[in-house]
């Protein structure tokens, strides 16, 4: 049926509103810090940028999973799922010990606007990035009981849809937060 | 391990089962639109009775000058969980539910395209509502800082209390609940239409609905992300709306009345709905300019994007921007009052039948009027300077809310309550409601213009006798009461109704649209046959082979 995808198209759309007012926060305290951590003197473009890549990455190898099961090769289905998994999982390690590198200069969603917005918009980001991974390893899981026979699966088309808008929102913050800063 | 000993000791009688059609697990565990539909309504209306009371409690302090009945913190509390209950408890989850219940009946479909996901929805309204009632056991009571929760009052350390928290908690859960139905919604309404129901030929209210329901999906989330913000800056002690620590108090109202213009909007539009369906068949002609009524809906949902700082002209923001919300604000005017006109011109010259629903939808039209005056005398901004938080917007919102939307509730509830329950109501305990409604409400608020204009501030636990404030507050305090005596005659009248209420017939009203083709109340699977639908409407055409509103359309 049309109507699972058509929902999670509309539901996509919603949450790009709240990222949007997320961003927006962000965008509106830009350039108030005069004291203390801001993006330019606290943040590693360069580290972030090369996890960035990762995630970018596994907008591709999903879809190349959603490929592998209209040709009905469900080996490469689960291969693609698990690589698609493994790369997201690199990005959300990469953002951990980001995170944990600024909490050990003290610098935390408290210290000032910069650190309240940055994480707030970070963290949903990736909270977003860690619910992408449990229904990925689900489809992994269902795939691997020979659940999808193809052509054509819902579940996997509308993981992907999901897991396509998670990067897509990801561009768009690290290119607020990195490249505005930086470039 | 010995198998023998039961961790849990047999029943006595066997468990229900969730194919038993009777019994309250048959409710609970329901993913039927039907039940789910009327459990929000019935939810809605102990909401109602509690949010009732608590406006009372307020009237009543504000009864004479100078008056304790409560302590001013209780007074803080009441007014808003007043209208955080009023606007989140009852309007908006009766509109959605009378939407759950009904929808599926009026394009001829068996179901919600997501039966599971309409019952969470439901259940995480109950579920908001108890943990926003859940802040009256803690230690401090409930929110003190109104309905819409300015910072930095709502914040550490103005608002020590877990109040807010619970506040923005249950509010967020509702939200979520929000945006699911309104995604349930649009996929229902545009793929599961019966064949022939053409977007051109839907029922009004399945046209207020979806637009409605656009507005949720695209607007509870801007209200979402403020919510998660506050809860950060209370909970982990991020600064976004505390000055003091270079966050902005002003970004707080920016992203409240993005999300609360439109919430008019969403408590509003569905009533249009309800309105659009009962003026027809109460004048017994189809709707004047039917295009009309469901263009302008998608305007007003658009324009309504886009005016939310006309409730922050007192902040200061500037001549332009002033300039432009005063006016993009008055706009609105055009396509609300198009549809006056329309309503208006269906009544005109009609045969009027004034059963209760046509006298809720006739008064309803009247009191809006009068909002929608008062409206765009506050949209422009040296009025809104002078009686900005004063009793003159409180008059101004309630006749919005109440003279509008729950007009068209009480007007939806007589007009629905026979398909539902397969009982009429009674017509003379509903003249009754009817009367008391239209006399306490008028005298409860009417009166409130006229103290805002002489300066009596909204929101304040008791004021100083000055000439006249002391009798017109009385005034006030009285059509109150009669209020309320008008809810127990209602209560009273669904209870009867229920119990003793004249058999009704499938289409006691004579109407046109598909949920009076099946029973009343209707199959599990709604529908035996959904007849063809060869116009706008399909039992006028049914009846009447010779006179189809639509001569040349074929049966598909
Ligand atoms: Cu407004």
Redesign the interface.
Do not use: K, Q, R, W
């Given at each position: 049926m049309a109507n699972n995808k058509m929902l999670v198209g509309f539901f996509v759309a919603s949450e790009s509103i709240f990222f949007v007012m997320l961003i927006l926060a962000y965008v509106n305290f830009h350039g108030t810090v005069t004291d203390g951590p801001t993006a330019v003197n606290s943040l590693d473009p360069l580290r972030t940028g090369i996890f960035s890549l990762f995630l970018l990455a596994s907008s591709f190898t999903v879809w190349l999973a959603g490929r592998s099961l209209s040709t009905k090769n469900h080996f490469m289905l689960k291969i693609w799922l698990f690589v698609t998994i493994i790369l997201g999982a690199l990005f959300i390690y990469g953002q951990a010990t980001e995170w944990f590198g600024l909490f050990a200069q003290n610098i935390t969603i408290s210290r000032n606007v910069f650190g309240t917005t940055f994480f707030t918009l970070t963290g949903f980001h990736g909270f977003h990035v860690c619910v992408g991974l449990l229904m990925l390893s689900i489809l992994l899981v269902l795939a691997m009981f020979g659940d999808f026979k193809g052509p054509k699966s819902d579940g996997v088309e509308c993981v992907s849809i999901y897991w396509h808008f998670v990067d897509g929102v990801w561009i768009v913050v690290y290119s607020v937060i990195y490249l505005w800063a930086f470039f | 391990m010995s198998m023998k000993i039961p961790l849990v000791p047999e029943n006595l009688k066997p468990l229900p089962r969730l194919k038993e059609n009777e019994g309250m697990l048959s409710w609970v565990a329901s993913v039927d639109h039907k039940q789910i539909g009327i459990m929000y309504l019935i939810s809605t209306l102990v909401f109602f009775i509690i949010g009732g009371l608590e406006a009372l409690v307020i009237r009543i302090q504000l009864a004479q000058p100078e008056f304790d009945f409560i302590s001013p913190e209780v007074y803080n509390q009441m007014f808003t969980m007043h209208g955080t209950t009023m606007i989140f408890f009852v309007v908006m989850p009766f509109l959605i539910g009378l939407g759950v219940y009904l929808v599926p009946l009026m394009i001829g479909a068996r179901d919600m395209?997501?039966p599971r996901l309409n019952a969470l929805s439901f259940w995480l309204v109950i579920f908001g509502g108890i943990l926003l009632y859940y802040s009256f056991l803690t230690q401090s009571g409930p929110s003190e800082v109104g309905w819409f929760a300015y910072a930095p009052l709502s914040e550490k350390p103005f608002s020590l209390n877990k109040g807010p928290t619970y506040w923005a908690l249950g509010l967020l859960a509702t939200g979520i609940s929000s945006?699911a139905s309104?995604?349930?919604n649009?996929?229902t309404i545009?793929?599961m239409r019966a064949k022939g129901m053409t977007m051109r030929r839907l029922p009004l209210f399945v046209w207020m609905i979806l637009v409605t329901s656009f507005l949720l999906?695209?607007?509870?989330?801007?209200i979402?992300?403020?919510f998660?913000?506050m809860l950060?800056d209370r909970l982990?002690?991020?600064?976004?709306f505390t000055p003091a620590?270079?966050?902005?108090a002003i970004?707080w109202q920016h992203?409240f009345w993005g999300f609360g213009h439109p919430e008019v909007y969403i408590l509003v539009l569905p009533a249009f709905g309800i309105i659009s369906e009962v003026i027809p068949v109460f004048s017994r002609k189809p709707i004047f300019g039917y295009s009309f009524v469901a263009g302008s809906t998608v305007a007003i949902g658009l324009l309504s994007l886009g005016v939310w700082a006309h409730h922050m002209f007192a902040v200061g923001l500037g001549n332009v921007a002033n300039l432009y919300f005063s006016l993009a604000s008055m706009l609105i005017a055009i396509p609300t009052g198009v549809k006056v006109l329309n309503w208006v011109a269906t009544m005109w010259g009609g045969k009027i039948w004034f059963a209760t629903p046509m006298l809720f939808a006739t008064a309803f039209i009247i009191e809006f009027v009068i909002a929608g005056l008062t409206g765009v005398a506050v949209a422009s901004v040296p009025i809104d300077w002078v009686v900005t938080d004063s009793y003159f917007v409180v008059a101004h919102f309630h006749y919005a809310l109440f003279g509008g939307s729950l007009f068209a509730i009480f007007a939806g509830i007589y007009y629905w309550f026979p398909k539902m329950t397969g009982r009429m109501m009674s017509e003379t305990l509903g003249k009754w409601h009817f009367w008391l409604t239209v006399i306490g409400f008028n005298m409860t608020f009417f009166i409130q213009h006229f103290l805002g204009v002489m300066g009596m501030p909204r929101r304040t636990y008791t004021y100083h006798d000055f000439p006249y404030w002391g009798s017109m507050n009385l005034i006030s305090t009285i059509g109150a009461i009669i209020l309320a005596l008008s809810v127990i005659v209602f209560a009273w009248n669904i209870r009867r109704s229920l119990k003793h209420g004249e058999k009704a017939p499938d289409n006691p009203w004579n109407a046109w649209t598909l949920e009076w083709y099946t029973t009343s109340p209707p199959a599990v699977h709604n529908f035996d046959l959904v007849p063809p639908v060869r116009g706008r409407r399909p039992l006028w055409d049914l009846a009447h082979p010779d006179q189809l509103d639509e001569p040349n359309s074929k049966v598909v």
């Open positions: - | 395209a997501f945006v309104g995604l349930n649009i996929v545009l793929t999906v695209f607007v509870i989330p801007i979402a992300s403020a998660a913000m950060l982990l002690e991020a600064t976004f620590h270079g966050g902005s970004l992203f």
